[in-house]
């Protein structure tokens, strides 16, 4: 039986919808395909550069086929053999392909697992001489935008390319909206009420539509991740990605891979051709965080991206043109690094074109209670509970150095909304008197802390419940309620901290002492 009627295609896509929800690309395909009473109109082609690459056995097919999507504006090419399609593809690109189910050399199921591996956001449309419904659910479930049966009429065919493409375009569009929805909240939540914060927008500014390397120095938890993507989302290349990577975090077997992308076979796992960050980059912003922990072999291989704009892929013999601006940030003075010989000085002139400094937050003192209110609506609305800071707390928080700076306040607040039971949180909700901060080296910058920001914390947690228990007799009920958190909360604690002897003397579960 012949399945043209685009309800046989209508009923496929039901059945795989009553077996699991739809995904994102499962409801788009569902949402632009015609419903069963819809008729079939002549395509009108919205993308008139759009590619489609057909695959099938049939000579005259084909010439049916190729004909009719270049009478509808389309670029079309043609093939006999699946090899050939994917050649053209890997080669030229395409935003639809066309294959037969049976085609030679590689079928339509498994061409279509490749180009889905490879291209994910490549429409695939199988073409079958006889499709039943379950071949149709198989064609869905593995990634095919429609199933086609043959003969193919010329309007079937065009309004099924016309929607593929179309489709392709909704889903780019959606990632470039999401991508500036992120940029754009980021922006927003920066908060700049000191005039130090209010003079760094200003240069954010300023600077943002230029493409020369930016380079964002400041103490760890400053905010230089923000900065950078503030940078982007002023700047022209908005539109483009925004990729951020970690130097640090990269072994030094993988590094090169990673940031400038390999070709299959180029070693051990290179099971396929990669493209690197700066390629997915290109059009955008690359944000290289950690800078300076990058080896001696990177920092050659990213002066030459910075001199020519091309980056060599691992195992490749010709270099690929990238059109990238580059922004870089580390935690320490660059130029004592470069003195110290551990990093380059022409690679450090090179990314310090625009310099850009974070000052740390115990410099920035009129943000800290606009970010405290802010962390603390943020994480209040999480839980559903809306709570506020007692006057004592705001000017405990006022007068810590915070040495974590943005990210160590925000700590400290999620930790505090999640422990306290009180809608006005106090200074003790925060336990910061008891952190086990030393002065700071001027010269550095930074402050000194004994052991990482967790462990200060777990400490000043522990003198708190300690002194709390001491003062409740050890009854842990009553602490509990002193602490500000339910019983369970508190039993959670004092196991994690290793206080489950702390109270002095047995318990009961309802709370009162026993001998």
Request: proline share 4%; with cysteine; glycine share 8%.
């Amino acid at each position: 039986m012949m399945h043209t009627d685009p309800s046989f295609r209508w009923l496929a896509r039901r059945l795989l919808t009553v077996a699991e929800p739809l995904d994102e690309d499962e409801y788009l395909r569902f949402a632009v395909l015609p419903q069963p009473d819809d008729s079939i109109a002549t395509a009108s082609v919205t993308a008139q550069s759009a590619r489609v690459i057909i695959g099938d056995e049939d000579r005259s097919v084909l010439s049916v086929m190729t004909q009719a999507l270049r009478n509808a504006g389309f670029e079309c090419e043609s093939f006999t053999t699946g090899q050939a399609v994917l050649t053209a593809l890997k080669q030229r690109g395409a935003e639809v392909v066309i294959v037969s189910m049976s085609l030679s050399g590689i079928g339509g199921f498994d061409l279509m697992a490749q180009v889905k591996t490879k291209w994910p956001d490549v429409a695939v449309v199988l073409v079958a001489s006889e499709p039943s419904v379950d071949n149709a659910v198989a064609a869905m479930r593995q990634g095919a935008f429609d199933l086609l049966s043959k003969p193919i009429g010329e309007a079937e065919l065009c309004e099924s390319v016309t929607r593929a493409v179309e489709m392709g375009s909704l889903k780019r569009e959606n990632r470039r909206l999401r991508q500036a929805l992120d940029l754009a909240s980021s922006a927003a939540g920066f908060i700049a009420e000191s005039a130090s914060s209010k003079a760094l927008v200003a240069i954010v500014r300023r600077v943002a539509p230029a493409r020369s390397p930016t380079l964002l120095e400041g103490e760890s938890g400053t905010g230089k991740e923000l900065v950078a993507r503030m940078l982007h989302y002023w700047s022209k290349r908005a539109d483009g990605p925004f990729i951020a990577v970690n130097c640090k975090a990269f072994a030094d077997g993988v590094v090169e891979s990673e940031l400038f992308g390999h070709e299959k076979g180029s070693f051990t796992g290179a099971i396929a051709a990669r493209a690197g960050v700066f390629e997915r980059a290109s059009g955008g912003t690359l944000f290289l965080d950690e800078i300076a922990e990058a080896g001696p072999d990177f920092q050659a291989k990213l002066l030459r991206v910075l001199e020519d704009g091309e980056v060599l892929r691992v195992g490749a013999s010709k270099p690929r043109k990238v059109d990238v601006r580059i922004l870089a940030a580390t935690n320490r003075v660059l130029r004592k690094e470069v003195a110290s010989g551990r990093f380059r000085a022409d690679l450090f002139f090179r990314l310090n074109v625009i310099p850009i400094r974070i000052l740390p937050l115990r410099e920035r003192h009129d943000d800290i209670l606009p970010l405290a209110h802010h962390f603390l609506a943020f994480h209040s609305a999480e839980l559903g509970r809306p709570l506020s800071l007692a006057t004592e707390a705001e000017r405990l928080l006022q007068e810590y150095s915070w040495p974590g700076n943005v990210r160590e306040l925000e700590n400290v607040v999620e930790r505090a909304v999640v422990m306290s039971g009180a809608e006005v949180l106090g200074p003790e909700a925060f336990a910061l008197d008891n952190l086990d901060i030393g002065e700071g080296s001027a010269e550095a910058g930074e402050q000194t802390v004994a052991g990482t920001l967790q462990e200060c914390l777990d400490r000043a947690a522990a003198v708190r419940i300690r002194r709390a228990l001491a003062a409740a007799g050890g009854n842990r009920v009553e602490a509990a309620s002193a602490l500000g958190v339910d019983r369970t909360t508190l039993y959670r604690l004092m196991r994690k901290l290793g206080l489950q002897e702390a109270a002095g003397a047995p318990h009961t579960e309802s709370g009162e002492d026993v001998a």
